[in-house]
T-cell receptor, first 109, second 113 residues
């Protein structure tokens, strides 16, 4: 069964707006990762945040982790049409990355 | 060349046929994984291997088997394919538990008629 669950399932925004996706999980983790998947392609790692970290940045990406609430968020600032993709969180507790169902993001030009 | 290569990229087969999906990697990673992706269900783990002598079942291993022929090669077999095994299959590698990042192949799309 999936450990992480993303919310919303689908998100549609205009270019230039910010996109926020959330991930909730059930058991303790060592780290949480976010991946991106363009339609039908392999997943690409975006960012990893460890359980002792609260926030991390990478370019236009900002990830937060709240272990007390067992949740994480991925913020993409100033979105571009090229950001259109599915985004997955993966939790790593007992050695194995476990993926959620993903958020489908559409950025309209 | 891609770091993680999957073959075939697309395959259409019939119920009852034996199918092998192959994965090879040039990253030098010990850990390799096979995931299955179905629309709306995300990725589910089929099998994983932490080194050549270590093979472990994942969440949905029934109907599948694997072989780790070398550090760089990890194959997934469907002994007798059935239609509900129609899916997109991904191979992935990682260096170790603490690094955590997975590197994915481009996927093998399998259709079982």
């Amino acid at each position: 069964s999936q450990q992480g669950e993303e919310d919303p399932q689908a998100l549609s925004i205009q270019e230039g707006e910010n996109a926020t996706m959330n991930c909730s999980y059930k058991t303790s983790i060592n780290n949480l990762q976010w991946y991106r998947q363009n339609s039908g392609r392999g997943l690409v790692h975006l960012i990893l945040i460890r359980s002792n970290e609260r926030e991390k940045h990478s370019g236009r990406l900002r990830v937060t982790l709240d272990t007390s609430k067992k949740s994480s968020s991925l913020l993409i600032t100033a979105s571009r049409a090229a950001d259109t993709a599915s985004y997955f969180c993966a939790t790593v507790g007992s050695y194995i990355p476990t993926f959620g169902r993903g958020t489908s993001l559409i950025v309209h030009p | 060349d891609a770091d993680v290569t999957q073959t075939p990229r697309n395959r259409i087969t019939k119920t009852g046929k034996r199918i092998m999906l192959e994965c090879s990697q040039t990253k030098g990673h010990d850990r390799m994984y096979w995931y299955r992706q179905d629309p709306g269900l995300g990725l589910r783990l089929i099998y994983y291997s932490f080194d050549v002598k270590d093979i472990n079942k994942g969440e949905i291993s029934d109907g599948y088997s694997v072989s780790r022929q070398a550090q760089a090669k990890f194959s997934l077999s469907l002994e007798s394919a059935i239609p509900n095994q129609t899916a997109l299959y991904f191979c992935a590698t990682s260096r170790d538990y603490y690094t955590g990042e997975l590197f994915f192949g481009e996927g093998s799309r399998l259709t079982v008629l």
